[in-house]
């Protein structure tokens, strides 16, 4: 059992870790591939909707909150130390021994910015995911958080992105597919709700 659990800890962890790194890597055009794989990878919404696939298995809020901490914290910092080897912190200036110096103060700032960013983050994902295992109606409206957030996210950047071809693009069917995903969520509870009246009904009936 303790090795399972380390197994899938460790797994988490490499998971994260790639993750950052191939976000970092598509930014800085490391990547094979359209102008969009940047525009996919290099916001927010994907890195909430990978933490919450990280924490889906997980059936109560402490469980989903170490889930989701175990995959991004190590993908903050994989994204931040492959940021730090494509220059990104080289320093304007060359330092005292003539070779370019890194601002190490702006990568430690950002790296714990985010790291509490991604603490934050695991505590309401957690919740979120706790919540809608539990079902009923709080169930369903914690389903169509994430969905609500793409919508608002992905149509809002698309409507002021029309100097970036590419993000309006990828922020365009990042609402499609939130909008897409909050109708399923809302079918898949009405038919729930449905066949547990029906059975309900029908129980009622039977009885003496």
Do not use: E
Request: one cysteine or more; proline letters at 4%; hydrophobic letters at 55%.
């Amino acid at each position: 059992m303790r090795t399972t659990l380390l197994t899938r800890a460790l797994l988490l962890v490499l998971a994260g870790m790639c993750f950052g790194w191939l976000a970092s890597a598509a930014n800085h055009g490391h990547l094979p591939g359209s102008p969009h794989v940047p525009k996919v990878l290099g916001n927010d919404w994907a890195w909430l909707c990978a933490a919450f696939v990280a924490a889906w298995p997980a059936r109560g809020w402490t469980a989903a909150f170490r889930r989701v901490g175990l995959f991004l914290i190590p993908a903050v910092v994989a994204y931040y130390v492959s940021d730090l080897f494509a220059g990104t912190y080289d320093q304007a200036l060359p330092s005292s021994a003539g070779t370019a110096g890194i601002d190490g103060t702006g990568l430690i700032t950002d790296v714990i910015a985010y790291i509490v960013i991604g603490l934050l983050t695991s505590a309401g994902l957690a919740l979120l995911v706790t919540a809608i295992h539990r079902g009923g109606l709080i169930g369903l409206v914690a389903s169509l958080v994430l969905p609500a957030y793409l919508v608002y996210k992905g149509f809002g950047t698309a409507r002021i992105s029309d100097d970036d071809a590419a993000l309006q693009v990828v922020a365009t069917w990042v609402g499609i597919a939130g909008l897409a995903a909050g109708v399923a969520v809302i079918l898949l509870g009405a038919r729930r709700w449905s066949v547990r009246y029906t059975a309900g009904r029908a129980d009622s009936r039977g009885a003496p």
